[in-house]
């Protein structure tokens, strides 16, 4: 496949940032980490107006400020993902820079071993083939949750929308149905999540290497013995909200590691929505990811 020279961005200045310094719009604005700002200045790839001027400028309302940036400003700069088949992708949002999946149930974010596919990062390289590019991860989901995943498509806006997950301006809400009935309207789980010493498969509630997690919910509905909750994460720790509806005594219908006594098909876990501003333009998206027919199906059988 052949591989991009160069990425080129052209943006505007914001009124906000009038009389900023270039710098300070670069780093602090658009979040572009020090070692890019530094590539780009030094090799004069960054443009006011199409002149190029030293960081410390200030810059104006309405300016017109082109990127531009090459593979050798990035240590990966086309991760190795084999392509297998796109028919199954189902994009649910796709622009530019990035695209939100809806991943399928059981289908693995990315491969674990060498020269596996069928993850969603595989489909999603096939797709991309006819664009002259590679998914880019950026988070994950477990295998047996279903829904809405956010890929880049270019190495500049990775580190971008990493640091958006991280410092929490890319929301993500999850729907669950959970055994029992009887949960308050809404909560937060604030119970340290580490290794289960006696599966490696599992984590525990206080187990080794514990870390603080954080789960915050609302009651959606309730159905027979059963609850339909809408959850938003505050923390991100492998098989959070599995773990921590666990602990409650209420624990996810299907959850195959967490809950093995029920007898249902599959985990009624689903990555709803993502709430993201878009990269530069700061734009705020939200993205979601229909229902799963299973969700439906239980609903129905409940009703």
Known sequence: ???????????TVPPVMNGQA???LLSDYWQLPKHLVYSIRHAERVLVNGEYLPVNFPVNAGD???????PADFA??????????????EIVYEDANLLVVNKHRGDKTHPNQPGEIGATINHLAAYLQTKETVPYIIHRLDQQTSGAILFAKNPVVVPILVANI??????????AW???TGLPSKGTINLPIGRDPDDQRKRKVGGPGSARAI??????????????????????????????????GHPLVGDPLYNANDGSTGLMLHSWQVELPLPFTKELKTIVAPIPQDFIDFETHLA
């Open 166 to 175: 991280r410092e929490k301006t890319i929301k993500r809400t999850y729907l």
């Open 76 to 89: 990966n700069p086309f991760p190795h993902v084999q392509p297998d088949s796109a028919a199954s992708v």
């Open 178 to 180: 959970v055994e029992g």
């Open 1 to 11: 496949m052949s591989h991009k020279k160069y990425w080129t961005f052209k943006q």
């Open 22 to 24: 270039l710098k300070t």
């Open 215 to 248: 789960t915050h919910y609302h009651l959606i509905k309730q159905l027979g013995d059963y609850s339909m909750v809408q959850i938003q994460l505050e923390t991100g720790r492998t098989h959070q909200i599995r773990v921590h509806f666990e602990a409650l």
């Open 64 to 70: 017109q400020i082109q990127l531009t940036f090459t």
